[in-house]
């Protein structure tokens, strides 16, 4: 493993959750989405799965999961990626990932503090990424009407933000109490 002075640049357990991450992006796409009524929009759980895996590997496992798997999706589903969508996907758990990035979820703390600060993650990433950058980008890329794909990104985002607070924060929850909070055991004499 390459590594930039101390720090590695990617762990083999990150390596590994972005592949898993990825193919699960990929099932989810097709198995837990919901027709939203909106032309080429869903609601998709895939996004929880994304926020989960960000809020536990970091930014760059959040970007290359969305990245990686919202382009397999599409490729696999559809026969080719659409990339405004790929690229809002990966900046979802890019910023996901940099927002959370000091919540201790690995040592057992997800508290109500924690689960708010998770949620404001999520509801900005969400936001910039489709009420923002999806639709811009489906304008300048695809020549799209800015009306038809900003009604799209409004339906995915607010979609995305809701699956994200029920399920991500359930799933993040039911993680953090499979850890053990840092100093909770002690030694016996």
């Known amino acids: 493993m390459r590594s930039l002075g101390k ?3 990617l762990s083999i357990k990150t390596i590994v959750a972005i592949g898993i991450g990825s193919a699960l992006f990929v099932i989810l796409g097709r198995f837990g989405s919901i027709p939203s009524g909106v032309p080429n929009t869903n609601i998709e759980t895939t996004y929880a799965l994304l926020a989960l895996f960000a809020l536990l590997y970091g930014p760059v496992a959040g970007l ?11 490729a696999i589903f559809y026969g080719s990626p659409w990339f405004s969508w790929v690229i809002a996907s990966g900046l979802v758990g890019l910023i996901i990932g940099l927002l959370t990035s000091r919540i201790s979820i690995h040592d057992g703390e997800f508290g109500k503090r924690e689960l708010i600060r998770f949620n404001l993650a999520q509801i900005a990433a969400n936001a910039v990424a489709w009420f923002i ?3 811009v980008l489906d304008i300048l890329i695809y020549a799209e009407p800015a009306n038809k794909v900003f009604t799209q990104g409004l339906i995915a985002g607010a979609a995305n933000i809701v699956t994200v607070a029920i399920i991500g924060s359930l799933l993040a929850v039911a993680y953090a109490k499979t850890r053990t909070k840092q100093g909770s055991l002690s030694r016996e004499a």
């Open 7 to 9: 720090q590695k640049v």
């Open 64 to 74: 290359l999961i969305g990245l990686i798997g919202h382009t397999l999706k599409d």
């Open 133 to 135: 950058v999806a639709p």
